[in-house]
């Protein structure tokens, strides 16, 4: 019985990334490169199908992924397995590539499904499945046999969650031939320009794109109080509106930001809690944003460059009020300034480093100029790799051309395997009817109100955030709640998926999971739990403003300018307020209880959606916040924290 227990605690262990040498390691950046090309190819020349450009990817990908994911923890080499499961999934993306044309003729429900297509079905849900497993955790993946299990027995349920019944033939042909289960739209997204999104990131740092970012974000704001953690919020933002991944972000920026602040008096907690929450809200953040927002695109119909068009305010509103918390930290503990020798000032910055602005300034022209996403990021990535000459020492050449292609499919890993898992869950509600079920439940359970059935829609989000990564996260979010929310309360499409959005990501920091605590948590040495309550607690602003923006859509850029400015004001008064009611301080003076949960009522009217209430909620904020200051002022002055040496 010892070796049914060893694969069971396998199946639901960590896994590890496998670095393969040798012979391995030629084939991994072969794949690599061959999917670079391909993506390349398809998004600039080709006109392929959804189907067609997926089997493609999977042909390519699909094995690298296995080459490069353990089995299991403690697995540090490749196995028979590892080999056999590439091999397989090479076998399943040349099949659907030969079987295309007649695929492109295919009647979904009529069609015949032969013995080669079943095997090929079958396959390709399984090699998901382990893909899942081995490079997204138990999380996500345990909700596809579950899914599954009520596509093929729900018929036997009683009650409003029984389904018709679906036949084996019919089922596989939705998940695996048509375009609505893992060849729906996340995959198809991430195959393409998310897939080149990523690959710009990578080449971008390469070039010293994130080294310029530290040093305008240094000499921005390393003068000011705190400035060493206002620093690190403002290059974690930059660079997360880069990469777009929160984990990345954390892992590029905070082996550098994290230890300045610890070295100047932050506790490391506190130093590893700001870079998580400010690398959190590079997602959210144009020009890039993440995954989800391409997905977002996708979803709602409207252009990419209006979305982050749209999100660009509330993005903005967060990291400020990241900044406000951070400034009160400071003025309480009497934090110093960052050392002069961290500051090499902007003109410095800029005469060693402008080669990395172009790229930028490609990216932002290309988006400005409404080219499909596909376009901007190969547009983008391009550029990157002819002005990475234009510096000495930064040019990317052929070793390291195949090293940024080899780190982008690494990391792309997660994304591909959970938008693929994510295909074959919506795949099962959309045949079973579930989201309809769904909506119901919800429905009942909210009583038919918005304001609950919004708390319930957040609360779903963040706790899908415990096992699944953003991208999952939002999905699934798609598929459950935005029917609910736009078909049962009419609230606008935009400003749901842009909710959606917000939770999403804010899902990374949420304990009890947190992955990008945990990777904060390695560099600071500090307790990961710890660090992710702490997170919420600096990201509070991004809780409460999918709130706001769902009642008062002007800091989308919706309306007129009167209503533009007033509903940020609005914003940017919450965002202030609740931060007084996370921090408890005013300078040095420590808030009463009462005057604490005077500013959390405050916050409360501030979200309600009436405009008299806000506006009384927001002046009332200010002027106690007046009082306080005057109080704190005389009472216990707080020294201005001269500049550390």
């Known amino acids: 019985m010892a070796w049914p227990r060893r694969i069971v605690r396998a199946l639901f262990s960590e896994t590890e990334r496998v670095e393969p040498v040798g012979m391995m390691a030629i084939i991994v950046s072969l794949l690599s490169l061959a999917t670079v090309a391909t993506v390349f190819y398809l998004a600039l020349f080709a006109s392929a199908s959804q189907h067609l450009h997926i089997s493609w990817f999977i042909l390519f990908f699909f094995p690298l992924c296995f080459l490069t994911t353990s089995f299991a923890k403690g697995y540090h080499r490749l196995t028979g397995v590892d080999i056999l499961l590439a091999l397989s999934s090479a076998a399943l993306g040349a099949w659907f590539i030969i079987n295309e044309p007649r695929y492109q003729a295919w009647t979904r429900g009529f069609s015949d499904m032969e013995t080669g297509d079943r095997i090929a079905a079958f396959g390709l849900i399984g090699i998901t499945i382990e893909l899942c497993r081995r490079s997204v955790g138990a999380g996500l993946t345990s909700l596809i046999p579950f899914a599954i299990a009520y ?45 080149l999104f990523v690959l710009f990131g990578n080449f971008f740092v390469m ?28 290059s974690s933002g930059l660079y997360g509106s880069i990469s777009g991944s929160p984990v990345a972000d954390v892992a590029t920026t905070g082996p550098v930001s994290i230890p300045i602040m610890k070295r100047l008096g932050i506790p490391a907690a506190h130093a590893a809690a700001i870079e998580t929450a400010a690398s959190c809200g590079g ?35 967060y990291y400020l009020g990241i900044m406000i918390l951070v400034h009160f930290e400071a003025r309480t503990l009497g934090l110093g300034r960052l050392p002069a020798k961290d500051i090499v000032g902007l003109r410095a910055a800029l005469t060693v480093n402008w080669p990395s602005l172009i790229p930028i300034a490609v990216l932002m022209w290309l988006l400005m100029e409404g080219y ?110 935005a029917p609910v929310l736009v078909t049962k309360f009419a609230l606008p499409v935009m400003e749901v998926h842009m909710f959606m959005l917000f939770f999403a990501c804010l899902s990374a920091i949420s304990p009890p999971v947190a992955p990008a605590a945990f990777a904060a948590a390695s560099i600071a040495g500090a307790n990961p739990f710890t660090i992710g309550n702490l997170s919420c607690k600096y990201a509070i602003g991004g809780f409460l403003l999918p709130f706001m923006f769902v009642f008062n859509n002007g800091v989308l850029l919706q309306g007129d300018p009167a209503k533009i400015a007033t509903d ?39 979200l309600w959606p009436i405009a008299e209430v806000q506006a009384a909620s927001a002046l009332t904020g200010m002027l106690l916040y007046a009082v306080l200051y005057a109080i704190a002022g005389r009472v216990a002055p707080a020294p201005d924290p001269a500049p550390s040496p």
């Open 207 to 234: 070039m010293g794109g994130g080294q310029l970012f530290f040093d305008i974000a240094a000499a921005m704001t390393g003068r000011m109080v705190g400035g060493p953690a206002k620093a690190c919020v403002v």
């Open 568 to 606: 940020t004001a609005l914003c940017v008064t919450l965002v202030f307020v609740s931060a007084l009611a996370a921090h408890g301080y005013v300078l040095r003076m420590k808030m009463p209880v009462i005057v604490r949960l005077a500013f959390v009522a405050i916050t409360v009217g501030i």
């Open 151 to 195: 596509a093929a027995y729900g018929q036997l349920l009683t009650g409003s969650f029984r389904h018709h019944g679906i036949e084996l033939d019919y089922f596989l042909d939705m998940l695996t031939i048509s375009t609505d289960g893992i060849f729906d739209s996340p995959l198809y997204v991430a195959a393409g320009y998310a897939f």
């Open 372 to 481: 499909s996403p596909s376009y901007i990021a190969a547009g983008s990535t391009i550029s990157v790799l002819v002005t990475s000459w234009l510096k000495r020492g930064s040019g990317i050449g052929p070793v390291r051309f195949v090293e940024g292609c080899t780190e982008t499919c690494k990391s792309m890993v997660p994304l591909a395997a959970s938008v693929a898992a994510a295909g074959l869950i919506m795949g099962c509600i959309e045949l079973t009817g579930l989201s309809g079920k769904f909506t119901l439940l919800l429905f009942q359970l909210s009583g038919g109100l918005v304001w609950p059935s919004l708390l319930i829609a957040g609360a779903v989000l963040i706790l899908l955030g415990t096992g699944m990564p953003t991208t999952g996260v939002y999905l699934m979010g798609v598929a459950l709640l």
């Open 283 to 317: 997602s959210m953040l144009p020009p890039v944003m993440g995954a989800v927002a391409f997905m977002m695109a996708d979803f709602t119909g409207l252009p990419y460059a209006r979305i982050a068009l749209y999100a660009t305010l509330p993005a903005l509103i």
